[in-house]
């Protein structure tokens, strides 16, 4: 092989060793040790707030819905099948949390709807459920996926101002993150020490 298609190739394979170093120092950052990617989104529409399936089961691994009102009023967050999440919200207003993007964190939050929100409360389809004030959460797992979270106040009254954060945590994904970064640092040469100094015969 030429020399000149030798050096072309070490100077790609260290050029990707790099890019591999800084992507996975930078998600072994973001994850931490627990392995815990973490996703916020703030609706201020008036309606109930939902997270569809497409999030709520993106991934293998059980993951925490947390719901705030910022007027510290009563919030109430349930999970069930998606169909029927669908059927009882099918013309209240609602935002929706459709897709979350890791590492860059940013959520993509739709509004739709515009019609009065349903009393969830009111329905036995949901399998998870949790009641309070200020802030409640709940665990879904993805043992009868695909299923829905919605949040709403409790009854037919309109949230607004609310927050939900999405946290998915599994120590794999930090692992998996420093081997990409070792495999990027294995690729990338080493810088050539200081020359020897030359030594006259005697």
Do not use: Y
């Amino acid at each position: 092989m030429p020399a000149s298609t030798r050096r072309a190739l070490g100077a790609l394979v260290a050029a990707v060793g790099i890019v591999l170093v800084v992507l996975g120092s930078w998600i072994v950052v973001k994850l931490g040790p627990s392995g815990q990617a973490q996703f916020s989104a703030t609706s201020k529409a008036p309606g109930a707030m939902v997270i569809t399936s497409d999030v709520l089961n993106t991934v293998d691994v059980p993951v925490r819905v947390t719901a705030t009102r910022r007027d510290g009023g009563a919030v109430m967050l349930v999970a069930g099948p998606s169909g029927d999440a669908r059927a009882i919200l099918a013309r209240s207003a609602v935002s929706s949390v459709s897709a979350v993007h890791f590492p860059s964190g940013r959520v993509d939050l739709n509004t739709s709807g515009a019609g009065p929100v349903r009393d969830v409360h009111t329905s036995d389809v949901w399998r998870l459920t949790a009641k309070g004030t200020n802030t409640v959460a709940l665990v879904v797992d993805q043992v009868t996926s695909p299923e829905t979270a919605v949040v709403t106040s409790g009854d037919a009254t309109a949230l607004s101002e609310v927050t939900v954060t999405l946290t998915w945590a599994d120590r794999a994904w930090f692992f998996l993150a420093l081997a990409v970064m070792t495999i990027g640092a294995s690729a990338v040469p080493s810088a050539p020490g200081p020359p020897l100094p030359s030594c006259e015969p005697w």
